[in-house]
Structure formats: structure tokens, C-alpha cells
């Protein structure tokens, strides 16, 4: 039985899970003024968020940050899954930054100096993307194994 994920995937799926996992853990006791700021700020790029209560968007939020660090870094999960995921977060942040006036230059993608910081979130994006793509190749060799044994065993 082949492992869920490579190798050389661990490095990726460790780090990055490290540091959302305590992203998350950081955001469990956020008081009502840091809830309403990161609620205001997510809110302004996704309006459909404005009608979510500040504190409760931090804790789903928090939960979710926790149970995405947690998956990446543990083995059992499958790359493409825990890939899956941290593509959905680094395309919700990249399209946090890409909606934020005052990120990015306007016209262009180049980040401002307030938008260095939440730029840097687009490597999240790379970085599930990378694992998605690492899991389907794997999938698709252990495939082909199985297609190559079944044509072998109906040869003979």
C-alpha cells in the first residue's frame, strides 16, 4: 500500500501547516476590537462576511486555521486533500489582498508597502497547488502501475 503523500512533500506540508496551526491558535482568545478588525478587513474583499457576528467569524476562523495546520501536517491526510485545502485559504487571502484598496499599486498586482505583508500569503496559494498537483501525479502513476500489471497478467 503506497504512503498518502511523497516524501518530498513533508517539508511543504510541516512548514506550512506549522504556521497556520499557530495562526490559528493565536486567534483563540482574540478580544471584540481585534475580532472586529480582522472581521472588517475580510468583510470589505467578501461583503457576504458582513453579516457574520465579528467574534464568531474569529472563531471559525480560528478552528479552521487549526484544523488546516493540523491535516497538513499530519501523514494519514492525503496531499491532495491538505493541498485542496490550503488552496482554498491562499486563494481566499490572494483575493483578500487583490480587494483590499491600498495592497497592491493600482492597475498592477505589485504590492504596496502596507500590502507587502498580506501579499506574502499568495506563497500559501503556490503552495497547495504544488501538493494538489503532487498527490494527482502520484494517484495517476499508482494508475498506471495497475493498468500496466492488469494488461501483463491479461498477456499471459
Not at 56 to 80: H, N, Y
Request: hydrophobic letters at 45%; proline letters at 5%; charged letters at 20%.
Amino acid at each position: 500500500m503506497s504512503m498518502p503523500f511523497r516524501v518530498s512533500d513533508l517539508p511543504l506540508r510541516l512548514i506550512t501547516g506549522a504556521f497556520i496551526l499557530n495562526s490559528g491558535l493565536n486567534k483563540r482568545g482574540a478580544d471584540e476590537e481585534a475580532a472586529a478588525g480582522m472581521h472588517g478587513m475580510a468583510a470589505n474583499a467578501y461583503p457576504f462576511l458582513g453579516k457574520v457576528d465579528p467574534v464568531t467569524f474569529v472563531k471559525v476562523l480560528s478552528a479552521s486555521e487549526i484544523a488546516l495546520g493540523a491535516a497538513l501536517m499530519l501523514p494519514v491526510v492525503p496531499s491532495r486533500l491538505a493541498g485542496a485545502g490550503l488552496t482554498a485559504f491562499g486563494g481566499a487571502l490572494t483575493g483578500l489582498y487583490l480587494r483590499t484598496p491600498g495592497m497592491h499599486e493600482e492597475g498592477g498586482v505589485r504590492p504596496t508597502e502596507e500590502g507587502t505583508g498580506l501579499a506574502k500569503d499568495s506563497w500559501l496559494l503556490g503552495a497547495g497547488l504544488s501538493l494538489v498537483l503532487s498527490g494527482c501525479a502520484q494517484e495517476w502513476k499508482h494508475q498506471l502501475k495497475q493498468r500496466r500489471r492488469k494488461m501483463r497478467k491479461q498477456a499471459h
